[in-house]
Each structure stands twice: as structure tokens, then as C-alpha cells.
């Protein structure tokens, strides 16, 4: 297909800026994208009904889809891209296959099926390629290729400062977090820095938690943070850490996108993910594996320098390669 001809419907998740930086990156690469959230709003309310209970917002998400399939109808659509779609329904897939009918559809599941809308299996043969960041989805239904995550250019680019943060964590206090948190901190030697930005959408939540939630029976409020980590600041912190924590959901399998930053940020990770030790960029110097229930760490891992890996891998999980091998080369 000629480049000049390339015209991308880009369905994605507003999640920390990543569609943009798809978007910008298919630019770059010749096409012109049409970028619409997956969601049909994305407020609070509406991102729960999708998560929880999908079926009360379906009339008004396929109304929001054949909106998009009437304002593009005459734009020669050539590909179109589907970043989960947890709002998209059968139905709305076949509208839109219907009217772009020499597109060519690609869907990309950035969640595992555990954690995602029930009807999401039925979607994947509508698509034409389909992908997963969870190897375990991939062994279990055939159709799906496994192909990680990617990290941005920025990484690759954080300025080398003195360390003065010797382990860090930074995310959402969600699921199981704060009590591995709370059992790893025995695990560090008290001499080493360990930065905890635990963050909580409100402090009512925190309220709640620490009536219904037994690993939240001890917790202060002043352990956690109530306002959002921007990205620059996420950065600054990222720059000044020796060894950044990552913990997944339990029911996911995938390397995280946290996981794939630290690749191209030069970072030495501890992951509670079993699977990050089959992955091509493993180096135990470079990431240790903990248990969730008893998350212990060795002096030989605190100690160990990063062990640059060689730079076929950085590119590999480059969103420059993610791109290419999910839609360009598909």
C-alpha cells in the first residue's frame, strides 16, 4: 500500500498519554490517525460502568461508534488499530468493518481476559490480526500473537543523576499493593532509601479502606498520597532511583508497561511477575523476582551493578518496533 495512502482509525484507551505518543509515532511513520478514546466519555461514572458492568452503557457506546463510522465514512480508512476496547461492541465492530471495508483491522489487548469485559474473546475473529501483552492469553487461545508492551523514547533519554533514591515504588495503592509493600520494606536494609509514593484517588477511599481492608488496619494517611504523580515529576524520580519496584494485578500475566520503561530507562526492577524471568532481557542482576505473600530480596541483588543489555534488545521494545510489528508489518 503506497504511504501517501496510509489513514489509521486509532481506538485507544486515554491511559497517561500513550495513545498520543502512538498517534505521534504512526505519524511519523507516514500516516494520517484519527484518534478516538475507546470509552465514550471518560469520567469516573463512565469508566465504571464499562469495568463493572458494561451491558447498561452498550446502547450508548455503539451510538458513540456509529458516530465515528458516519464522520470518517468517506476518508478511505487503510487501517484500523483497536487498543483494547472494552466499550466496542460485536456489533459496532462489524458496523465499522462494514463500512471501512478495505481497512485492515488490528486489535491489541493491554489487559488480560481476566480483567477485561466477558465478551472480549468474541471479538478477537472479527479482527484480522490480534495481539496480547499476556503470554498465558496467547498460549491459551491461538488467535491471539504475544507481543509486550513498549517503552517511549523519553526513557532512553532521563539525565544520569547521582542516585539518592535507592528503591523506588510509584503507583496507584490498588488490590494487594500496600501490604507487599509493607512486608518488602522489612526486606531492604535500613541504611538504603526506600521512596513509597503510594497514591489514592481520595482520602475517602483511604477511609474505606482501612475499615474494610485488613492490610489497611495500620496504615496512617500519611503514607500515601492523594493527588496524581505528574509526568515529570514520575521522571525526576524514575532518574534519581537505583532499583524501581513494579507490582501487576494478580490476575494479569503481562509485562507491564512500568516493566518495559525500566528496560529503556537503564534500571535495575524487583517485579512480583513470575513470567519476567522467561522474558529475551532477563538478567538476574538486573531484575529480581519476590513472592507477593513473602517478598524477600538478596544482598547480592542490592549490590549487583545494571548490566547494560545490547542494543538490538532497547530496540525491540522500542514504541518505534511495537508499531512496525503490530500494524506496519502485520
Not at 489487548?109 to 490480534?130: E, T
Request: include cysteine.
Amino acid at each position: 500500500m503506497a504511504q501517501q495512502n496510509r489513514r489509521l482509525l486509532l481506538i485507544a484507551p486515554s491511559f497517561f498519554g500513550y495513545a498520543n505518543e502512538i498517534r505521534k509515532e504512526f505519524e511519523q511513520n507516514g500516516f494520517d490517525v484519527w484518534q478516538y478514546d475507546q470509552l465514550p466519555a471518560v469520567d469516573n461514572v463512565t469508566k465504571a460502568i464499562f469495568r463493572l458492568a458494561p451491558w447498561l452503557g452498550r446502547a450508548r457506546a455503539d451510538k458513540y461508534y456509529d458516530g465515528i463510522a458516519a464522520e470518517l465514512a468517506g476518508h478511505a480508512i487503510s487501517h484500523v488499530l483497536v487498543i483494547k476496547g472494552e466499550a466496542l461492541s460485536v456489533r459496532s465492530i462489524k458496523k465499522l468493518r462494514a463500512v471501512f471495508k478495505e481497512a485492515k483491522f488490528v486489535l491489541y489487548f493491554w489487559d488480560s481476559y481476566l480483567n477485561m469485559p466477558r465478551d472480549s474473546f468474541s471479538k478477537v475473529s472479527l479482527f484480522d490480526r490480534a495481539f496480547t501483552f499476556d503470554p498465558d492469553d496467547a498460549k491459551r487461545d491461538p488467535r491471539l500473537a504475544y507481543r509486550p508492551l513498549f517503552y517511549l523514547d523519553e526513557y532512553l533519554d532521563l539525565p544520569r543523576e547521582p542516585h539518592t533514591i535507592d528503591v523506588l515504588f510509584v503507583g496507584t495503592a490498588h488490590t494487594d499493593r500496600y501490604a507487599i509493600i509493607s512486608k518488602l520494606s522489612k526486606s531492604i536494609p535500613p541504611e538504603l532509601n526506600f521512596k513509597k509514593v503510594l497514591y489514592l484517588p481520595s482520602r475517602w477511599i483511604f477511609r474505606i479502606r482501612k475499615i474494610f481492608d485488613p492490610s489497611f488496619w495500620k496504615s496512617r494517611s500519611a503514607e500515601f498520597v492523594f493527588a496524581s504523580v505528574t509526568k515529570s515529576e514520575m521522571f525526576r524520580l524514575i532518574a534519581q532511583s537505583r532499583i524501581i519496584v513494579d507490582i501487576e494485578r494478580s490476575v494479569q500475566h503481562g509485562l507491564t508497561m512500568r516493566t518495559i520503561e525500566m528496560l529503556g530507562a537503564g534500571k535495575k526492577m524487583i517485579s512480583t511477575n513470575a513470567n519476567v524471568t522467561a522474558c529475551d532481557f532477563y538478567h538476574p542482576s538486573n531484575i529480581a523476582l519476590i513472592d507477593r505473600s513473602n517478598p524477600v530480596l538478596s544482598e547480592q541483588f542490592l549490590s549487583a551493578e545494571y548490566v547494560k543489555p545490547v542494543p538490538t534488545m532497547l530496540e525491540r521494545y522500542s514504541l518505534s518496533a511495537w508499531v512496525k510489528e503490530v500494524v506496519i508489518e502485520s
